[in-house]
C-alpha cells in the first residue's frame, strides 16, 4: 500500500478516519498521504474537492482519500557545507 508521511512505516491495513501509524501514532487519513494530494493544484487536491482542506496533516472526512503507493514523507535536511558542494558542482567551482 502507501507509507506514513512523518516516519516512513509501512502502511499495509485499510486506513480509517481514526486509523493511526503503528510506529509514531501520527493520523494516516490525512491530506500528505493521500494519492490525489498535489500542491500546488486547486486546494491542493487532483480530485473535485467541495471545500478546501485547511489542515492537510490532520485526519479529515474527504470520501476520495486512496493512500498513496509511495513514500511522499518530507526530505532529510542536509547541511550547508553538503549544499554548498552541490552548488559548486553545478558551476564547476
Avoid at 512505516?9 to 501520527?26: F, G
Amino acid at each position: 500500500m502507501g507509507n506514513c508521511y512523518f516516519c516512513g512505516e509501512p502502511i499495509t491495513a485499510p486506513v480509517y478516519r481514526r486509523s493511526v501509524c503503528p510506529k509514531c501514532d501520527k493520523e494516516l487519513k490525512i491530506c500528505l498521504n493521500c494519492e490525489f494530494y498535489s500542491p500546488g493544484s486547486h486546494w491542493d487536491c487532483h480530485e473535485t474537492i467541495p471545500e478546501a482542506v485547511r489542515d492537510k496533516d490532520r485526519a479529515n472526512f474527504c470520501d476520495y482519500f486512496r493512500i498513496a503507493a509511495h513514500n511522499r514523507s518530507t526530505p532529510q535536511k542536509q547541511d550547508p557545507d553538503t549544499q554548498r558542494q552541490k552548488f559548486d558542482k553545478l558551476f564547476n567551482d
